[in-house]
């Protein structure tokens, strides 16, 4: 078929499900869709920014089953039936306490713009979650792929450092 308007084939469409934050979202999505797309212009999740589009900066990053993964580079229908965590899921949902790196990000003044700062956050999660209490060479590797143009990194090291000495990374 060919969107007659524009003379293009039009896009082949797939139902699927996403479990993004703990709540399950049946789709109909593009094939050549990007999970990024799909998380900010259908699911309103405008948490994971847009930077580069490229796989090169981080601001995208969100965990599929636990892993940081770059949603720019990443197709929606690839995550069919995969546990999604973006930065909206970080808060707890009952009382809507932020998590502790979110705290300790805060309180080190790991932020400055903040544009950088929901795709460190899931980064630095993932991390975390498996290894409790890396070092700071091992903090510095998992954040490569996050570029802050603003903080110098100091403050968000001593953030993830801050939670990985208290050991709460709930």
Same mark, same amino acid.
């Given at each position: 078929m060919h969107?007659?308007?524009?003379? &293009?084939?039009?896009?082949? $469409?797939?139902? $699927?499900?996403? +479990?993004?934050?703990?709540?399950? &979202?049946?789709?109909? +999505?593009a094939t050549h869709e990007t999970l990024l797309e799909v998380l900010r212009e259908r699911l309103d999740l405008?948490?994971?920014?847009?930077? @580069?589009n490229q796989g090169e900066c981080g601001a995208c990053t969100v965990l599929i089953d636990g892993e940081a993964v770059l949603a720019c580079m990443t197709?929606?229908?690839? @995550?069919?039936?995969?546990? *999604?965590?973006? *930065?909206?899921?970080?808060?707890d949902p009952t009382t809507g306490a932020l998590d502790p790196l979110?705290?300790?990000f805060i309180e080190?003044?790991?932020?400055?713009?903040?544009?950088?700062?929901?795709?460190?956050l899931m980064s630095a999660k993932a991390l975390?979650? &498996?290894?409790?209490?890396?070092?700071e060479a091992e903090i510095r590797e998992e954040i490569q792929g996050n570029l802050c143009r603003c903080t110098g990194y100091a403050p968000i090291i001593e953030a993830i450092q801050a939670v990985a000495e208290g050991g709460s990374n709930d």
């Open positions: 969107d007659e308007s524009s003379g &293009r084939p039009e896009p082949q $469409m797939r139902t $699927m499900e996403l +479990v993004v934050n703990g709540e399950e &979202r049946p789709l109909r +999505v405008t948490g994971a920014k847009l930077g @580069c197709l929606a229908v690839e @995550c069919d039936g995969q546990e *999604i965590l973006t *930065i909206e899921g970080l808060e979110q705290e300790a080190h003044h790991g932020t400055q713009c903040g544009f950088c700062t929901p795709g460190t975390l979650a &498996r290894n409790p209490h890396p070092s």
